[in-house]
């Protein structure tokens, strides 16, 4: 019994070792846009910002008028970069901001 | 001669067969290209025009590209393949001639000179020129000799064209409305009527009724309304009284709008058609087809 009990601990106590480690590899950032009303027009923006180092992933939150990108932890966001790519595309550039959380755990009232 | 200024009107309608985001079937939108995006727009219209002796049937497949300078000037280009066919009643028989081939293709810029946006919506105008090309078959002929010039597949002229186009977009609908202007050159001592044209178009979003987090393809209800007045073609410098007038359209359609695919449907009718003399007047416009981003 003794020894069932230390197989499961050390399995969850691994588990939890390397979730944590997964979850520090990757940040997330929110590009709010203004300007971008129907899904057509998101896909100029979308396909630049695919292409920057470190994304890993790309969501469109046409509602709110946001991107939500998964970034290499090892990677910084270029605030110009990004704004060149919204300006680019014909739509104003309203903010990067850095979330620990993916978009699904997020606030949308921010 | 009547047929002239169906086909006229024709090249009118695929001058403004240009593509770019959710937009107007009929005509232009000052919604932007991205820099360095391309957009296709593949475009099937079938024109029917006819009276008691005459009858007019046009198809024409537009293929479009438009590519992004950057986020406020965008250029396009328009190629069309064209397949028309008359039948006219003379002596009690029916007199029937045709062609087919590659049209007049157009170029045009577009320039963004104001825009609004707004966490919910966007209002743009935008000013437009370009030229139409007379890349078309001018010269066609069949058993009876050389085609009258609206049968032809290019009308043989260098056309210039311009406007203004603004835009009011929020996720719920879409406004557009647009002024043009086309004027006409001289090719086989022919010389097409001026053309002044006035747009409208309302976009409803019909699907989802209700938005949520993500990017979900929209569905539009779409109606336009298109007001296009021309003036008198001249041939060998004199006026033809039978060309020339104003009419007004209606087109109810619908799109559905995905990232990167528009597929859309219209159907224009006539409400109004004032013309001149025994001008051919317009049955229907259909057009069916799709953009898409790459």
């Known amino acids: ?110 | 001669m009547s047929s002239v200024r169906c086909s006229i009107r024709f090249a009118l309608l695929l001058l403004f067969a240009n593509g770019t985001s959710a937009a107007p079937i009929t005509f232009n939108t000052a919604l932007p290209v991205a820099k360095g995006e391309f957009i296709n727009r593949e475009l099937l219209i079938l024109v029917r025009s006819d009276d008691a002796v005459r009858n007019l049937d046009v198809t024409a497949l537009a293929s479009v590209l438009g590519y992004g300078i950057n986020g406020d000037l965008a250029i396009f280009g328009m190629l069309p393949y064209v397949n028309k066919e008359m039948q006219v009643t003379v002596g009690g028989a029916r007199v029937r001639r045709s062609s087919k081939g590659f049209g007049d293709a157009s170029m045009f810029a577009r320039y963004t000179f104001f825009k609004q946006n707004a966490s919910n919506h966007t209002f743009r105008i935008a000013a437009f020129g370009g030229v139409k090309a007379p890349t078309g078959d001018d010269n066609e002929t069949d058993t009876l000799g050389r085609l009258p010039t609206p049968l032809q597949s290019g009308s043989g002229s260098w056309d210039g064209f311009g406007g203004v186009v603004s835009t009011y977009q929020t996720l719920a609908f879409e406004i557009d409305a647009q002024l043009s202007y086309t004027a006409k050159g001289k090719a086989n001592d022919f010389e097409g009527g001026n053309e002044l044209r006035l747009d409208g178009s309302f976009q409803y979003r019909l699907l989802p009724r209700t938005l949520s987090r993500g990017t979900p393809a929209f569905v539009y209800a779409v109606i336009e309304a298109n007001v296009l007045h021309g003036s008198r073609n001249r041939r060998f410098g004199n006026p033809d009284q039978n060309s020339g007038g104003t009419s007004i359209f209606l087109s109810p359609g619908l799109q559905y709008v995905n990232k990167r695919l528009i597929l859309e449907g219209s159907i224009q009718l006539p409400v109004s058609q004032d013309l001149n003399g025994t001008a051919l007047e317009n049955d229907y416009v259909a057009r069916l087809g799709f953009r898409w981003n790459f």
């Open chain 1, 1 to 110: 019994m003794k020894t069932i009990f230390g197989f499961f601990a050390a399995v969850i106590s691994v588990t939890l070792l390397f979730t944590g480690a997964v979850l520090a590899d990757e940040t997330h950032y929110r590009v709010d846009v203004e300007g971008m009303n129907c899904p057509f027009c998101a896909y100029g923006i979308e396909k630049k910002l695919k292409r920057l180092d470190g994304v890993e992933q790309v969501e469109v939150d046409l509602t709110h008028g946001q991107f939500w990108l998964k970034v290499d932890d090892a990677i910084t966001m270029s605030e110009e970069t990004v704004s060149t790519i919204v300006r680019d595309a014909g739509f104003t550039f309203k903010g990067l901001t850095r979330h620990d959380e993916p978009h699904s755990q997020s606030d949308d009232s921010e």
